[in-house]
């Protein structure tokens, strides 16, 4: 009887993990963001942990995001001015600062010091209380690790990034309007002439929107680094690295993004109803 040789499966071919670790993060990452997003709404609420996330957050940065935005303010201004002045139309560079300033600047500009102070703080926090197997005891006394760690974090996050945004905003506005009108001799009514009439509620909301949507965002990362870090100290080191990183992309991807649904959503729902 003859010998029948075994056909051997044919294999699928492997995809490089360099080209796969991204999608498998980015998976993750999307796992993690919907479970904490659940756990917002599970009892028990620690508003205690809220609190003292939100003193962490907002009060803390206070002083590094009026600085921030104060020095903003001051250079967006003389570059306006000296812009506008080519065409001797100074009297749309406060509403020209303002506008620049409610819809991108300050929501930016606020959010990467949410990233630089508070992502950092955020991933080295939770790495070390991963490395040090902290977290292993949550789950051990049956206390839900996401509950009681993430959702603090990530609610204060979306609270305070638009409470400072309105910091930076005023402050920002205030240094422009100091540099327009003590050091480039512009009137006080030429600066705020068109400020009424061009600048509308909805553009200071959307920057809101946009710093809250970010700093949630941001945030969920950092969170989600120091959360699976592993490694001992030099991985704590890493995830937060990443984490920084990660907030800054994020940050700029997010903010194309919400501003292109922005700009275009109403536009095409008038150019619906026109047709």
Do not use: H
């Amino acid at each position: 009887m003859a010998e029948q040789t075994a056909v051997e499966p044919k294999r699928a071919p492997q995809v490089p993990k360099a080209l796969r670790r991204p999608f498998e993060i980015l998976g993750e990452l999307s796992m993690f963001t919907g479970s904490s997003a659940l756990a917002i709404f599970r009892r028990p609420y620690r508003f205690g942990l809220l609190f003292s996330q939100l003193e962490f957050m907002a009060w803390g940065s206070l002083f590094v995001v009026g600085l921030t935005g104060l020095f903003t303010g001051m250079v967006l201004a003389l570059q306006t001015v000296y812009a506008f002045g080519l065409f001797n139309a100074q009297s749309l560079v406060g509403a020209t600062v303002e506008l620049s300033l409610a819809r991108e600047l300050a929501p930016i500009f606020t959010c990467i010091v949410v990233v630089a102070r508070v992502g950092s703080a955020v991933a080295t926090e939770l790495g070390t209380m991963r490395v040090t197997e902290q977290i292993d005891a949550l789950e051990t006394m049956a206390v839900d690790p996401l509950n009681y760690l993430v959702v603090p974090r990530i609610v204060a996050a979306a609270i305070a990034a638009p409470v400072l945004t309105m910091l930076f905003n005023a402050i920002a506005l205030f240094g422009a309007y100091g540099i327009a009108v003590w050091a480039k001799d512009l009137s006080p009514g030429t600066f705020l002439n068109r400020l009424q009439y061009l600048v509308e509620m909805k553009d200071i909301t959307s920057g809101l929107g946009k710093a809250s949507v970010i700093g949630f965002v941001v945030t969920t990362i950092a969170c989600y680094r120091g959360y699976r870090a592993e490694g001992g100290a030099r991985g704590v080191g890493i995830a937060t690295t990443q984490a920084v990183v990660g907030g800054l992309v994020a940050i700029f991807a997010i903010d194309y993004i919400y501003t292109a649904i922005s700009l275009s959503g109403p536009q095409q729902l008038a150019g619906g109803l026109g047709g």
